[in-house]
């Protein structure tokens, strides 16, 4: 009798182990804007990642458990995120993402650091999708921090070879967000320019406070007056849409060099004023060929519009690399699956890309579109039902999209 007790004893137990393991999840916590000015593209990246987590759970989950993104609102601010993290670790979470301001990123790398440093039993990873300060992964790399999108000086360098090569560009207006990224995209695009074209003149710079400027009427008079033929700018969210809607209100004919024309709000406030006078620079988009991606993007938009289209491909491709190193390094520890990303070789919906060891910066394929009419071709499909989609002008391999890194990193 005693002996059956104890069998159904233990089956019992076994039995909630093994829910226990089924139910089992590695969480992510995803730190970016859900509120203020930015609060739209906080939101649209948090569905962009719980799509791909749920699509990894659907494949198995990473190592028997599922994954999970925790949502945490940092209001674009680098001290909440500082919050945000300490009530992350404090919830046991053991991997961090964020993208949207660089700002949040160097606070975040810093205390990452410093928290591993005096936790080294508690270490946490900080996938990084979208912040592209140069730096992060030149002076101030770190072992505990990868970047999954190119970086601002990588997309500088393929926007400024293009421009080289239209001969109609004379005059250039530089404005951006007065904060790390804005000025990394002015200092290389000067740079870069002057190296590549010095027969081109920079005729305005303006850096304007991020998320607070309601009115780039202003701004946009100023590049009339300069005579400008082409704007290069790294606004992103409202800044961007912002702006592009104040020049089409103003009649302004001049070319924009964008990092992100693409993101949620800008195709809208651009509308047929944008006909072929945007150019973005982004890792894929809608109309690329050939499109690996197409089904996810359009499985995600009809479920996500309206607002938010399918825009992040990186995001898939981080989660999923993740996913990969994590199963491949049967752990979920973050410093095995740190190792086990570095020189990973994977093949993406954008073609192959690897992850550089030297630097943790991703080395990936890059694309130079316009914003065109839809024309059931070459531009196949629109973006935010506008009847204006992306059609590509140039491709860049994975190859020659890299740059040299000057990150001297300390290793664990």
């Not at 028997?64 to 009530?87: A, H, T, Y």
């Not at 990224?181 to 000067?190: C, M, S, Y």
């Not at 961007?240 to 809208?268: M, V």
């Not at 994975?398 to 664990?412: G, H, K, V």
Request: aromatic share 10%.
């Amino acid at each position: 009798m005693l002996n059956k007790k104890h069998n159904r004893l233990a089956v019992a137990i076994a039995a909630m182990m093994f829910a226990g393991a089924a139910t089992a999840q590695v969480k992510i916590a995803y730190i970016d804007p859900l509120s203020g000015a930015f609060a739209n593209v906080g939101e649209g990246g948090l569905k962009q990642f719980k799509e791909i987590a749920d699509y990894v759970n659907q494949k198995g989950g990473v190592v028997g458990q599922k994954l999970e993104i925790v949502p945490f609102d940092n209001k674009g601010s680098p001290q909440e995120s500082l919050i945000n993290l300490k009530s992350a670790t404090d919830q046991g979470i053991r991997y961090i993402t964020q993208g949207n301001g660089s700002g949040a990123a160097h606070a975040l790398v810093e205390a990452v650091n410093k928290w591993n440093a005096r936790n080294p039993d508690k270490t946490v990873l900080y996938f990084n999708y979208a912040a592209v300060d140069p730096t992060l992964t030149n002076e101030k790399c770190s072992f505990w921090h990868f970047r999954f999108d190119a970086n601002s000086d990588m997309k500088m360098e393929a926007i400024t070879s293009f421009m080289v090569n239209d001969k109609k560009i004379k005059k250039v207006y530089i404005i951006g967000q007065d904060y790390a990224h804005g000025h990394q995209v002015a200092k290389a695009a000067k740079e870069m320019l002057a190296k590549k074209r010095p027969d081109i003149k920079i005729v305005g710079e303006d850096l304007h406070p991020i998320g607070r400027t309601k009115d780039f009427a202003p701004y946009v008079a100023k590049i009339k007056s300069s005579g400008a033929d082409t704007v290069i700018t790294g606004n992103w969210g409202n800044d961007l849409s912002l702006l592009i809607k104040a020049a089409k209100d103003s009649g302004l004919k001049a070319k924009f060099y964008t990092y992100y024309a693409g993101g949620l709000g800008t195709p809208t406030a651009m509308g047929a004023a944008g006909d072929g006078l945007v150019v973005q620079l982004t890792e894929w988009h809608m109309n690329v060929q050939p499109n690996k991606a197409e089904k996810f993007a359009n499985d995600f938009n009809k479920k996500y519009w309206p607002p938010n289209e399918f825009y992040y491909l990186r995001v898939n491709t981080m989660v999923t690399m993740v996913a990969k190193a994590m199963n491949d390094a049967k752990s979920v520890d973050p410093l095995k699956v740190a190792r086990q990303l570095e020189d990973m070789r994977f093949e993406a919906d954008n073609g192959e890309v690897w992850m550089r060891k030297s630097d943790h910066q991703l080395i990936q394929p890059l694309y130079i579109s316009i914003f065109a009419k839809q024309d059931g071709k070459t531009v196949k499909y629109d973006t935010e039902h506008t009847g204006f989609g992306f059609k590509t002008l140039a491709s860049i391999s994975a190859r020659d999209s890299q740059l040299p890194t000057s990150c001297i990193m300390e290793r664990p």
